[in-house]
């Protein structure tokens, strides 16, 4: 084929279209994972003293276990997103996993993005005592922010290998 084949260039669209599809997908269920992380994650608590924001429980666990829900959530959707990518995948195996590594790192991005901002953020004045306190949800450990990606692409090519290997025993 030559370089001016219109099939080619067809093709090459339709590649990067299962790309941008599989991307698109996965920053929906990254709004949707923020709102879950939102909703279940513990919130920390903080006190305003002398213009700085302090944790008002210095021995609070909320920290980390705002982080293990968000791996959790992560993790899950990973995981489902790479068993659906190579359920549907076919013939498109690299544009799929490509998207799926790709839009891991967005959705994940989205999912701290939505849910560090929904609800809890208000800042609320106790009249009374004279003092500022707000809840926060956020990150602390930002390795977490790679557990959607890895999850997604790693549990695509554990599939392809374990069928690939499979399919080479059997001949």
């Known amino acids: 084929m030559c370089a001016g084949d219109p099939g080619t ?13 599989t991307v698109l997908v996965l920053l929906v269920l990254g ?12 919130r920390t608590h903080y006190l305003l003293a002398d213009g700085q924001w302090l944790v008002a429980d210095p021995n609070t666990q909320t920290l980390i276990a705002a982080d293990g829900w968000f791996a959790v959530i992560t993790g899950a959707l990973g995981l489902l997103c790479g068993l659906a990518g190579y359920r549907l995948a ?33 800042i609320q004045a106790a009249a009374a ?9 956020g990150l602390t450990a ?9 999850v997604a692409a790693g549990t695509f090519w554990a599939l392809e ?3 690939t290997y499979r399919e080479r025993h059997q001949e």
């Not at 709004?31 to 994650?41: C, I, N, T």
């Not at 790192?105 to 560090?116: I, K, P, T």
């Not at 930002?142 to 890895?150: M, S």
């Open 129 to 137: 005592g004279g003092y500022s306190t707000r809840d926060t949800l």
């Open 142 to 150: 930002y390795g977490v922010l790679v557990f959607w990606p890895v």
């Open 31 to 42: 709004a949707v994972a923020g709102l879950a992380w939102s909703y279940f994650a513990p």
């Open 9 to 21: 260039s067809i093709r090459t669209v339709r590649r990067i279209s299962y790309f941008v599809k």
């Open 161 to 163: 290998f374990a069928v």
């Open 90 to 122: 076919e013939e498109r195996a690299i544009e799929v996993v490509s998207g799926l590594a790709a839009g891991g790192v967005a959705a994940a991005l989205v999912a701290y993005l939505v849910g560090s901002s929904v609800g809890g953020a208000a």
